[in-house]
């Protein structure tokens, strides 16, 4: 049923590529091919796509910016929707911003900053776009999306459009009400406070250097690999059982931050879930905490 959803995609003249390499996609670069890869410009091409990869009885995996997965080396079935291109942001009133699933978190950063918004400056470079970061519940420096998100939009499975607010939205740790509902976000409004342009610029700059200070930015990585646990800290815990340094195949517990699995070179997903298992078991045998994975597996 792939050549149908071909036919389908140019019929309606839906951007797509076929036999994708997902990790041009990901921020670990790391990930075999897409069989369709498509990027929707607006809501209505979303819905039409999700419309054909249903009559075409193909799985549906959605994606983003890529900032927070682990691909399968034997690539991803089906469609795989990347939302990127759907990414406009607008002021609608003096105090809130509307940014649409695919923007980035740094692009509304920095219209917050235009406009002189405070509360999302802890977002400030953190690779990942609006509808992840939702999604996940995003959060660094004491801040998180619970504290700025007043609403937002999504899809469910069937392709009824679905308005949120914030009480619906279930966010918790790493956590949202979409991780359990399966409906796609579309669109998140953020409730922001004014404030001075001078100090909110300041401390995105302070954050920022904290970020490049701390974090193995030079080598590709999903970000946190771990949830932290309650009462540690996940980077803790590991740098305590002696593993940073420790190495699978091109995949390697980082030497600067002990949170971090980072792709030294050329690491497959095999090399990264090997090392993750590991980790998981020599810090369960020696501190008897089980480690949560923050990092989500996709693919075959």
Known sequence: MLNFALEQLKENKIEFKRNEPMKNHTS???GGVADLFVLPKTEDEFLKTLGI???AELPVTVVGNGSNLLVSDKGVEGLTLCTLKMNTISLISEDEIYAETGASLTAVCLFALK????GLEFAYGIPGSIGGALFMNAGAYGGEMANVVSSAKSIDMEGNRVNRDIHDLR????ESIYKQNGEIITGVTFKLKKGDKAEISKQMEILMGK???????EYPSAGST???????YAAALIDECGLKGLTVGDAQVST?????????ENASCKDVLELIEEIQRQVFFKKGVNLDTEVIFIGR
Do not use: D, E
């Not at 600067?256 to 030294?264: D, E, L, S, T």
């Open 53 to 55: 990869g249903k009559k």
């Open 256 to 264: 600067k931050h002990a949170g971090f699995v980072i792709n030294k």
């Open 226 to 232: 771990f949830k932290r646990p309650v009462g540690y």
């Open 115 to 118: 406009h002189s918004l405070t």
């Open 28 to 30: 670990f670069k790391i």
């Open 211 to 217: 970020r490049k200070t701390s974090q193995p930015l």
């Open 171 to 174: 966010l918790g740790y790493r």
